[in-house]
């Protein structure tokens, strides 16, 4: 039986420039506080200590659907890249969940076609 599907060529993202839309939602950066963390341990006390405050706000005051404390909104990009967290690293760029972040937060609209093949691949 010969597969009849459509190949669908979603855009190419080269780098992450002035996009930031997986970190429009994050909140507060998904460090998990524990002296085992080396990159936690790494960070300068004032720096865990505004990630506690920011994490431990009450969501009247930061909902959970509120940008990760370290976006820079005017560069849309990380203020502090190279600290940040694991899953923030190994985030794959040009992903199906990258571009559904990117489609949500209208950085990149997709088409009809394109969101469909990138739901298949989630």
Not at 42 to 50: D, G, K, R
Request: glycine residues 2%; charged residues 25%; negative net charge.
């Amino acid at each position: 039986m010969r597969n009849n599907k459509t190949v669908v060529r979603l855009p190419v993202i080269d780098n992450c420039d002035g996009c930031g839309a997986c970190c429009m939602e994050m909140r507060t950066p998904p460090f998990y506080p524990s002296p085992e963390d080396a990159r936690w341990a790494a960070l300068p006390a004032e720096m865990q200590q505004a990630i506690c405050h920011h994490a431990l706000s009450p969501l009247s005051e930061v909902p959970d659907a509120s940008p990760c404390l370290w976006f820079d909104d005017e560069r849309n990009q990380c203020r502090h890249y190279d600290l940040r967290p694991d899953i923030c690293r190994e985030f794959e760029r040009g992903s199906a969940s990258c571009h559904m972040w990117r489609h949500n937060t209208f950085v990149s609209l997709l088409t009809p076609e394109q969101w469909c093949a990138v739901q298949r691949d989630l």
